[in-house]
């Protein structure tokens, strides 16, 4: 056996002073260096730390620890990530695409500008992201300096206004109509019909305060609220509106008079108001787009409608009323159109008078009075610029339902205006066609590809548009003028151009009024202001 290899307890050095062994019994090679404090996160020593190279804050890599002669010459192995293929024509983005592409543009480099435009068209299109939905819109009207704000109305707290129970009566009807001829039912993208022009028509956008009849209804005292059927539909439908829009409403004793003022563009019918891809401004666009601006477009769809209401109807034979149309002058070609004066109970005292419109009239049988139409059309938007194009021609004869439905949530406000308006007219039918333009360069020619009649009430089912929402939506409207407003004074309801808000505002009695001459009536205290 050998010998055992002896073993003695170590040498233990106390630090009666602290923690740790004393300054005095270091080795001689470590006294004198300089300590770098850390914590438990750094990193410390670089040998096969492939991690840290060239990251920022790396204690290893400022040499903090006096060791950067030792490992000059270290490398660690290549870090870079493997170049994928991923098949011809695809280039990989660029995390500093945005840094990357100012220094190109900044050089002049002009092929990959040209590739720049080329992968955006294939992979969806930034091209700047033109963003329509957040596009700033002005407001319809100046706000004079002397408005005084009365109150302030989200569209989510009209939304929760409800009143139900509402009935109208007839006061008065005046017009004629030409009958619906029946042989457009037959009308296809196979067998489309020119839109004819009726320039030769006079069509009449009276206000409320220069209608002959409301003035005499008034006096009568027939009522104490006033409006077309136009206002009346802005209004019921206003938390579906995008766009900006005003109301004059003028207060004469305990009578409301809703108006619009002169200039004023709600006779006009928006497209696409609704849509994620809504119409430029014409102050933002260029003049290859200047026919599919906003205007241009509202303009376009409003003479579409006149001559559509028209078109639809066989010329000469009238049903006619037993008032004639009181706005036709000498000379004029009256168009087919009626005027039916209504009234409604809106509770509280409050009595609503409207004049609505209707566009046309279906034959009944021998002795019965026949049913009564309202013509709308939807106009295709050829925009080639749009994110999301339209193929009428193609689909509309088998994919109608999903035309229409796509129309409606485009031009929600729209469509909901012309339910509200054949519901207070009491149309027994809504006719909506679809039109197109012959050429997309050209918004004066168009041609019909196809009409649907449909009950008001059931098409109002299809939209979602809740009777006793909308007239809440105006009772709250009513109730809010005549608590602020006081007698002889006058205010304007304005749709904030881009929240979905209305504001009533104070104005003074000579607001408006630079245009119009008509002031006798407000002022005998029996009528209607402005």
């Known amino acids: 056996m050998g010998k055992l290899q002896s073993f003695g307890p170590p040498e233990i050095v106390d630090n009666p002073e602290g923690w740790g062994p004393p300054m005095d019994v270091l080795p001689e090679k470590f006294r004198d260096m300089p300590y770098a404090p850390f914590s438990k996160s750094d990193r410390l020593g670089r040998a096969a730390d492939a991690f840290s190279h060239g990251r920022h804050g790396s204690r290893a890599e400022d040499g903090e620890f006096g060791m950067d002669d030792e490992n000059a010459g270290f490398q660690v192995v290549d ?23 100012r220094q190109w543009n900044d050089r002049g480099d002009q092929p990959f500008r040209r590739d720049f435009r080329r992968d955006n068209r294939r992979f969806g299109g930034m091209r700047g992201y033109d963003d329509r939905r957040h596009q700033v819109r002005e407001s319809s009207v100046e706000i004079g300096p ?47 019909k020119p839109l004819k022009r009726f320039e030769h028509r006079a069509f009449h956008y009276v206000t409320t305060t220069d209608d002959p009849v409301i003035k005499e209804l008034a006096s009568e005292g027939t009522g104490n609220v006033f409006a077309t059927g136009t206002i009346l539909a802005l209004l019921m439908a206003s ?51 200047s026919i599919n601006t906003m205007q ?28 004639p149309n009181p706005f036709v002058e000498e000379g004029e070609e009256e168009a087919s159109v009626a005027y039916r004066y209504r009234r409604w109970n809106l509770g509280d005292n409050i009595k609503l008078v409207a004049r609505c419109e209707l566009d046309g009239a279906i034959k009944a049988s021998d002795g019965e009075e026949p049913a009564f139409l309202m013509i709308k059309a939807l106009n295709e938007v050829m925009d080639p610029n749009a994110r999301q194009t339209t193929d009428w021609r193609g689909k509309l004869d088998t994919q109608r339902g999903a035309i229409l439905a796509n129309e409606v949530k485009n031009n929600s406000a729209k469509v909901a205006r012309w339910v509200v308006q054949a519901l207070l007219a009491g149309a027994d039918q809504m006719q909506i066609g679809f039109v197109s333009r012959v050429n997309a360069r050209d918004n004066t020619i168009h041609v019909v590809l196809g009409t649907q009649l449909y009950k008001p009430r059931e098409f109002a089912s299809q939209i ?44 003074p009695e000579n607001a408006f009024e630079e245009d119009n001459g008509d002031e006798d009536f407000a002022g005998d205290g029996e009528g209607d202001g402005n």
Not at 255 to 276: C, P, W, Y
Not at 304 to 322: C, D, H, K, T, V
Not at 465 to 485: A, E, F, P, R
């Open 296 to 323: 241009s477009l509202a303009l376009e769809a409003t003479l579409i409608n006149q001559n559509f209401s028209q078109a639809m109807l066989e010329q000469g034979e009238r049903y006619r009323f037993p008032e």
């Open 79 to 101: 870090h870079r990530q493997p170049r994928h293929n991923f098949g011809h024509g695809f280039k990989p983005r660029d995390r500093n695409y945005g840094h990357n592409s």
């Open 239 to 289: 938390t579906r509106s995008a766009y900006p829009w005003d109301i004059v409403v003028q207060r004469v004793g305990d009578m409301l008079f809703f108006d619009k003022r002169d200039g004023s563009r709600i006779d006009l019918q928006s497209v696409n108001e609704t849509a994620h891809d809504q119409p430029k401004d014409e102050k933002n666009a260029s003049a290859d787009e």
């Open 146 to 192: 002397d408005w005084d704000l009365l109150e302030e109305v989200q569209f989510s707290a009209l939304s929760r206004a409800k009143l139900g129970d509402v009935s109208g009566e007839t006061l008065k009807e005046c017009g004629s109509l030409e009958y619906y001829d029946k042989a457009n039912e037959r009308i296809s993208c196979r067998m489309e």
């Open 464 to 507: 979602a548009l809740n009777q006793t929402s909308i007239w809440g939506v105006l009772k709250y409207l009513v109730d809010m003028c005549y608590k602020h407003l006081p007698s002889n004074g006058k205010g304007v309801i304005v749709k904030d151009p881009n929240s979905p808000i209305l504001r009533l505002y104070s104005v």
